[in-house]
């Protein structure tokens, strides 16, 4: 198949005898006369080069570049211009073009830059096709469950995913917000460009600036040099938000200004930053109540609002945790090299009685320490953690005991002796696990 390769220029003479030398080396080409056709073609044909003229009719080719790499990444941009600058000609490689050439003095230059910019245009297309794979996996189609609160949030996800609104995921912890949101940004037009997810409690005041916003070399201690923040990593994409409700009032006002404005100032810095960023935000409080409470701005409350989606919590929708359950079972009997297996009736009724306090982690967490302990390729009630009160058990505490010693012991068998990977999967503190290897002395 031949390499496609579109000429925009409005000057029709100069347009034909360059598709004229360049289809004469087995390339297929395209023209256009003004910006706009030549983006309408871009999108409709599978072009990977672009050589664009700097002086167009109805835009800018040197700004037309970063219009191309927004619509496809992986395509290479030539400008020609009529009269060059070394200005244009940096600003023109800034916004992504290969390269940068004089028009008459260059002209043997023509075919190696097109056959380089193909090369390369080629390698970055199929880096391009498999990310695409990769992210066709991370839509609506990848979020489990049938129940009716679930395909409500669905519903509401895919009609706002096809615009550029901003989006409230509200719910207890644990529902599936992140999953929501990397779906939300997969199916809309900005799912080639970066997805930037971020937990505002994970970080101190001062420390979640930085990471927002970057800074500048010497802002404070041990500012040694200029760092790029999330929201300029995830220009013309989409970050992700979680627990925006822990977020400082004075970060807030910051966050409410890049949403009014999409400029921010960097730490340390007086110049603004410019970004085209959309916003994905996620909370398990309840963000109305706080901000008439006055522990939230209530003007950013409504910026945030714009569109909001509850997401049920485990318990709401009981019906969907035997898909959950096998989908798990799947991924982590596959991670551990284990046969398929099978949950008996006796385990999936405690499941279903189960009260979930941390939803589908807490599910997810249960059937990953399951699959470790399992010796048989059907899962028993006996598996389980002992707050499920499963009926099997004899009621005398010194077997209650002996089932949570055995369970210890094969969890601690399976991190190699790692006490903090086995608290995390028993669902404890490391202190508690201490405390249980002491009593039932298995140090």
């Given at each position: 198949m031949q390499n496609t390769i579109l000429i925009i220029d409005d000057e029709k003479k100069l347009n034909d005898l360059l598709s004229r030398i360049i289809s004469l080396e087995g390339f297929r080409v395209l023209q256009a006369f003004n910006g706009k056709d030549g983006i309408k073609l871009l999108q409709q044909e599978d072009v990977l080069l672009v050589i664009s003229d700097v002086k167009l009719p109805d835009v800018n080719g040197i700004e037309l570049v970063k219009t191309i790499k927004e619509k496809k990444p992986y395509v290479e941009v030539i400008n020609l211009t009529a009269y060059g600058t070394i200005a244009d000609g940096v600003k023109a490689m800034q916004n992504g073009a290969f390269n940068y050439i004089t028009k008459g003095d260059d002209n043997d230059r023509i075919i190696p830059l097109v056959n380089q910019a193909i090369e390369k245009a080629l390698r970055q297309s199929e880096k391009f096709k498999e990310e695409v794979k990769a992210t066709a996996r991370q839509n609506f189609n990848s979020i489990i469950g049938n129940s009716k609160a679930v395909s409500e949030a669905v519903s509401l996800a895919r009609k706002v995913a096809a615009t550029d609104t901003t989006v409230l995921l509200l719910g207890e912890t644990g529902t599936g917000k992140e999953v929501f949101a990397s779906a939300i940004h997969h199916e809309s037009e900005r799912r080639l460009m970066p997805f930037v997810a971020i937990n505002c409690s994970s970080f101190t005041a001062e420390l979640l600036e930085s990471e927002l916003f970057g800074h500048k070399a010497g802002a404070f201690t041990g500012a040694l040099k200029d760092k790029k923040g999330l929201f300029?990593?995830?220009?013309?994409?989409?970050?992700?938000?979680?627990?925006?409700?822990?977020?400082?009032?004075?970060?807030?006002?910051?966050?409410?200004?890049?949403?009014?404005?999409?400029?921010?100032?960097?730490?340390?810095?007086?110049?603004?930053?410019?970004?085209?960023?959309?916003?994905?935000?996620?909370?398990?409080?309840?963000?109305?109540?706080?901000?008439?409470?006055?522990?939230?701005?209530?003007?950013?409350?409504?910026?945030?609002?714009?569109?909001?989606?509850?997401?049920?919590?485990?318990?709401?929708?009981?019906?969907?945790?035997?898909?959950?359950?096998?989908?798990?079972?799947k991924q982590f009997a596959a991670k551990t090299g284990k046969r398929p297996l099978k949950m008996n009736e006796d385990f999936l009724s405690l499941l279903n009685k189960h009260h979930w306090k941390g939803n589908i982690r807490e599910l997810k967490n249960v059937i990953e320490r399951v699959v470790i302990l399992a010796d048989e390729d059907t899962l028993t009630p006996t598996l389980l953690p002992p707050d499920f009160n499963y009926d099997n058990a004899s009621s005398n505490s010194l077997d209650l005991a002996n089932i949570e010693k055995q369970h210890i012991q094969k969890v601690l068998a399976h991190t190699y002796g790692n006490k903090a990977e086995t608290a995390r999967l028993l669902g404890i503190g490391v202190t508690t696990l201490y405390r249980k290897i002491d009593e039932y002395k298995l140090g």
């Open positions: 300029e990593e995830a220009q013309h994409g989409t970050i992700f938000l979680d627990e925006i409700g822990e977020m400082s009032p004075e970060l807030q006002a910051k966050l409410l200004r890049v949403l009014e404005s999409k400029t921010f100032i960097k730490v340390g810095d007086t110049q603004t930053t410019r970004v085209n960023v959309r916003i994905l935000a996620a909370t398990n409080r309840d963000l109305k109540k706080e901000a008439d409470e006055g522990r939230f701005r209530l003007d950013l409350y409504y910026r945030l609002s714009v569109f909001t989606i509850w997401l049920p919590s485990l318990n709401d929708r009981k019906g969907d945790i035997e898909l959950l359950a096998a989908y798990y079972l």
